[in-house]
């Protein structure tokens, strides 16, 4: 699985893949979506072949095209779906002069079935305790994370500091990683936006920290009692 945090905080992570080469912007974005979807339809026997053979990065690159072409600062990956076999995502990571085009894309999107569903953020998975996380040959457990969290009631968000007994022995950019990802797997791109604020690393397990079911839940509640609230992540 990949995670993406949005590009408009100053601790996102940046992209690890190659940029695309520079295009012009559409002046259209539901045209743009129409277009998308019609290459949709021309690229899915060979995203298909490529899923067919495990082969994900190469499905994953037929798509680059196509989604630089709907906007260039776009994200994409596949992922396992929820309601589906698999999930397409497109992701603008919470920049709102992106939204357009993906609630265009959406919006143009066609009905899902049993192989494909479609989002326009990046989805929680359903139990996060379950999922394992691999960095280079390490495996995580996101079950061994802990999460102190701090609410501001007045803001309606939450500062967090993220732990994993592994976290020491790695690198600065894998740390980070593992720092960020455990969140977006918990709460989806979009709340996790909405409803953290400050997000640390913690090297050693915070007292009183939360396993990310009990986080989800945290910041569930929050996002139902403050639903005027967004805090800064706008």
């Known amino acids: 699985m990949r995670w993406f ?37 021309e690229m899915l026997p060979e995203i298909s072949a490529a ?3 495990r082969a ?7 798509l680059a095209g196509a989604v630089a072409e709907l ?14 076999i698999y999930a397409l995502v ?5 920049d709102p002069a992106l939204r357009p085009f993906t609630d265009a894309w959406r919006a143009a999107a066609p009905p899902e079935d049993a192989i494909w569903e479609f989002h326009d953020s990046v989805p929680p998975v359903p139990d996060p305790s379950g999922v394992t996380v691999n960095l280079g040959s390490r495996s995580f457990a996101l079950a061994d994370v802990r999460v102190a969290a701090q ?19 790695l690198d600065a950019a894998a ?4 720092t960020f990802l455990p969140l977006d797997a918990t709460l989806g791109e979009r709340l996790a936006a909405r409803r953290l604020r400050r997000v640390e690393t913690a090297e050693s397990e915070p007292a009183g920290a939360l396993t990310l079911r009990q986080l989800r839940d945290l910041v569930r509640g929050l996002d139902r009692e403050r639903p ?3 805090g800064g992540a706008d």
């Open 5 to 41: 945090r949005r590009s408009n905080r100053e601790d996102a992570l940046p992209d690890p893949r190659t940029a695309w080469p520079e295009q012009a912007v559409p002046d259209d974005p539901a045209a743009a979506a129409e277009r998308f979807w019609r290459r949709w339809s």
């Open 151 to 169: 609410v501001d009631e007045a803001e309606g968000v939450v500062d967090v500091a993220v732990h994993h007994p592994l976290l020491g022995e």
């Open 56 to 62: 994900p990065q190469r499905a994953e690159a037929v």
């Open 71 to 84: 906007h260039p600062d776009l994200h994409v990956s596949l992922e396992r779906g929820q309601r589906a």
């Open 51 to 53: 899923l067919g053979d």
């Open 90 to 94: 497109v992701s603008g990571q919470e």
């Open 175 to 178: 740390r980070e990683a593992m």
């Open 228 to 230: 005027e609230s967004v």
